[in-house]
């Protein structure tokens, strides 16, 4: 039973990740339109019925924008902590778990944490299946030693690596949005993902994949520059907006 993952598009102008092992296909966040998420399973050979959760960091735009529509015609139940579910209204089948205790899904096993950004009761998760672990962490101001614990052994890493902090800076972006996105509570840069990477690292890790790339305020030589020097053996996949990626097998 092996665990594999896929982004069907990453960025500010919305976001959704598949995570699979055997028969059981998970979605987290839906910030894409049905018809595009629709068209991105079908590339990867999968049907937007064959979802059985979608799971929902937090309620920015980006990532629940899509939900209601797709939760509508497929009646997929949507998981979210309680904070984050009074944003999620109209959707039939609403679900919620602690950020504290693990929650089963057919053959993946789900263990969401919390972490600072400006929402109301936001987290990111580790899946574990067939004694592989993918820890998935976007939307975060800065790295705590809970982030860490989670994510120290995992098999796979799908991380942000939102922005250069000298882009940010001299970027056309009001004061005000440089101030949120560099905050604590913001994104996490290029040097905070490497650092991160350096701390849970490890010769296991198969794959680290940068989600959340900034299209106005970095790229993907930046991000490659800072990551690739701390990898070791790790493959790199760096997520696009327009286009999904390939599976990524977790061996």
Not at 122 to 127: A, I, K, M, S, W
Request: proline share 4%; charged share 20%; hydrophobic share 35%.
């Amino acid at each position: 039973m092996s665990l594999r993952f896929a982004s069907l598009g990453s960025g500010s102008r919305g976001n959704a990740l598949l995570v699979e092992s055997s028969d059981t296909l998970l979605m987290v966040d839906c910030g894409l339109p049905r018809r595009v998420v629709e068209e991105r399973l079908r590339a990867l050979g999968r049907h937007a019925a064959h979802v059985a959760a979608v799971l929902i960091t937090h309620e920015h735009g980006d990532h629940i924008d899509g939900i209601g529509p797709f939760q509508r015609r497929y009646g997929t139940p949507v998981w979210s902590t309680l904070g984050t579910a009074g944003s999620l209204r109209g959707l039939h089948g609403q679900r919620s778990f602690s950020c504290h205790r693990t929650l089963t899904i057919g053959a993946i096993d789900v263990q969401p944490f919390p972490v600072p950004h400006d929402a109301r009761e936001p987290c990111q998760f580790v899946f574990s299946a067939g004694g592989r672990k993918l820890g998935l962490m976007t939307d975060t101001g800065h790295v705590t030693a809970h982030i860490r614990e989670r994510l120290l052994g995992c098999d796979a890493l799908a991380v942000e690596a939102n922005h250069d902090l000298d882009k940010l800076h001299s970027s056309t972006y009001p004061d005000s949005v440089k101030s949120r996105v560099g905050s604590k509570y913001g994104h996490l840069n290029n040097a905070q993902t490497a650092g991160l990477l350096e701390e849970v690292g490890h010769g296991g890790l198969q794959w680290v994949a940068g989600l959340h790339l900034s299209e106005r305020c970095n790229s993907p030589a930046l991000v490659r520059a800072s990551l690739e020097p701390v990898l070791n053996s790790s493959k790199l996949h760096l997520a696009t907006q327009d286009t999904p990626s390939d599976w990524l097998e977790i061996e």
